[in-house]
């Protein structure tokens, strides 16, 4: 079995060049475990849906999306079963524009194309050459990319955590935070406060955009809309629909259908 650019990268004091990626698509050998590395990582979801959790919260990266972990970033990736991902390793210095923190990113068939190419050129290409011009024009395109909006912030402060990881693991919990504030013997205006100051969103929303990216590796599976819109927690198809597009700009039928041949 071929190595993981992460297991290749684990021998090397130095990128070989400043930009690091790997020919092949890698099945479902997501690092499970938190890990950071001296280098940007632009992991982009081929087929599946990545899941890369931060301190500061999910970045969910269904099919044709990337996300940007920024150096140093301690970071753990999960992933469905039949994901298949293509990270590209980048050093911080080759794109200092683009820093910022950790976020979801567009991947256009140019730059799909562009990372497929870059994938068939040995590690130490030739800077001054075509490789090295190609790799110029990977950069300008990865720097160029949208951002998205699929993150769920993930709150520290201890209350707010202990609701999130249960909401996490059931979402389509009907609990609400007048339930969670007798529990935790506290106020449900001190909890509804708390949620917006750690997470920038108030509660609703919160628990909408975590219902909504839950449901993004169901309809990668393949699940029926209305299967997945009750396990998420909506109480119709519709709703759970006009929800969706809202936030992602395709209808769930439509994100079902989006399939890069890598």
Do not use: K
């Not at 190419?117 to 990319?145: I, K, M, N, T």
Request: hydrophobic share 45%; proline share 7%.
């Amino acid at each position: 079995m071929l190595p993981t650019p992460s297991e290749e990268l684990a021998g090397l004091a130095a990128l070989p060049r400043s930009i690091f990626g790997h020919a092949e698509s890698v099945a479902n050998r997501a690092l499970g475990y938190r890990h950071a590395h001296p280098w940007v990582q632009f992991a982009y979801a081929v087929a599946g849906v990545l899941d890369v959790r931060t301190d500061a919260g999910r970045f969910i990266a269904p099919p044709q999306r990337a996300v940007w972990i920024p150096a140093g970033v301690a970071h753990q990736v999960r992933c469905s079963a039949d994901t298949e991902i293509r990270s590209l390793y980048i050093e911080p210095a080759a794109l200092p524009a683009a820093q910022g923190g950790c976020r979801v990113l567009a991947v256009s068939p140019l730059l799909r194309e562009l990372i497929r190419a870059f994938g068939a050129l040995p590690a130490e290409y030739d800077e001054h050459g075509p490789g090295g011009r190609l790799a110029a024009v990977l950069l300008d395109q990865v720097a160029a990319a949208p951002t998205l909006g699929l993150m769920l912030p993930l709150p520290q402060e201890p209350r707010l955590r202990r609701i999130c990881e249960a909401l996490e693991a059931e979402p389509d919990s009907r609990e609400g935070l007048a339930a969670w504030s007798a529990r935790l013997g506290c106020t449900e205006r001190t909890l509804a406060r708390l949620f917006r100051q750690h997470t920038g969103l108030n509660f609703r929303l919160w628990r909408q955009r975590l219902r909504l990216i839950s449901a993004l590796p169901l309809l990668e599976a393949g699940e029926r809309v209305t299967d997945v819109a009750i396990a998420c927690g909506y109480d119709s198809v519709s709703a759970f629909i006009a929800s969706f597009r809202e936030h992602f700009g395709a209808t769930p039928w439509e994100f079902a259908g989006e399939r890069g041949d890598g």
